[in-house]
């Protein structure tokens, strides 16, 4: 009978397959994933793990047109594309439209913002069923 091969995994039974520990900086929900080398990017983890905060309004505060002052000031953060700037009111599909219009107008937000506003303007647009054929916030800037 001939000698076993030299090496590790060599003659020994089934090879095994290392999995590494799980790296601590990846903070995605799949642990098989937080395994995977290059897996955890900072664009994948932006726009795959951001839950939208746009809920539709009461058909009561669906406005057509433009809003004044008051009415904006008395709509609810979660009625905004970007919630914590309360920039970008999504009460009406003309609203989605604007927003899709002028998303790379807005300033002073970070990638973590745009991530948002761009979830809620998705579930906006499917509310108020406008067409959007984008699909990051990435494909809006220009």
Excluded at 2 to 18: D, S, V
Excluded at 46 to 68: I, K
Excluded at 90 to 109: G, I, K, M, P
Aim: with cysteine.
């Amino acid at each position: 009978m001939p000698a076993a091969p030299a090496g590790p995994n060599r003659g020994c039974g089934p090879r095994r397959r290392h999995i590494p520990p799980a790296r601590e900086d990846c903070k995605h929900p799949d642990p098989a994933a937080r395994r995977r080398p290059g897996r955890c990017s900072v664009r994948a983890m932006s726009e795959s793990h951001v839950s939208p905060t746009w809920a539709p309004p009461p058909q009561d505060e669906q406005f057509r047109g433009d809003l004044d002052a008051a009415e904006r000031n008395e709509l609810p953060a979660s009625a905004y594309a970007f919630p914590a700037q309360r920039k970008e009111p999504l009460t009406s599909a003309s609203h989605v439209r604007n927003a899709l219009a002028r998303f790379d107008q807005v300033q002073d937000v970070t990638d973590a913002d745009r991530a948002l506003a761009f979830e809620n303007i998705r579930r906006a647009a499917a509310y108020y069923d406008v067409d959007l054929t984008e699909q990051s916030w990435h494909d809006l800037m220009h």
